[in-house]
């Protein structure tokens, strides 16, 4: 069974920093891409963040300079560091692997 869990998220004051977490097992197969999306209650979800299997990474506009995604794959781990939070970025942010989706872990940002 393929799970994805986040953590990581939180209230924070606009300008701090956080990093989310995503947890993923019951992979049998190389996973291509993971990504990061966001979503506002009534609004489209977003991409935020992208890598590849080679490592190559993808941010949108709003969020670039801003968040790092990253993965450690000894840990089955995905990662979203996001520095100078704005109050835009509260969202709840989902990892995402090809056909599954985690539970999403909230953000908050206070101005």
């Known amino acids: 069974q393929v799970q994805l869990v986040e953590s990581g998220g939180g209230l924070v004051q606009a300008g701090e920093s956080l990093t989310l977490s995503c947890v993923h097992s019951g992979f049998i197969f190389a996973i291509n891409v993971m990504d990061w999306y966001r979503q506002v209650v009534g609004k489209e979800r977003e991409l935020v963040a992208r890598?590849?299997?080679?490592?190559?990474?993808w941010y949108a506009d709003s969020v670039k300079g801003r968040v790092t995604i990253s993965r450690d794959l000894s840990k089955n781990t995905l990662y979203l560091q996001m520095n100078s939070l704005k109050p835009e970025d509260t969202a709840m942010y989902y990892c995402?692997?090809?056909?599954?989706w985690g539970q999403g872990t909230r953000v908050t940002v206070s101005s």
């Open positions: 890598i590849n299997r080679d490592g190559s990474t």
């Open positions: 995402v692997a090809p056909g599954y």
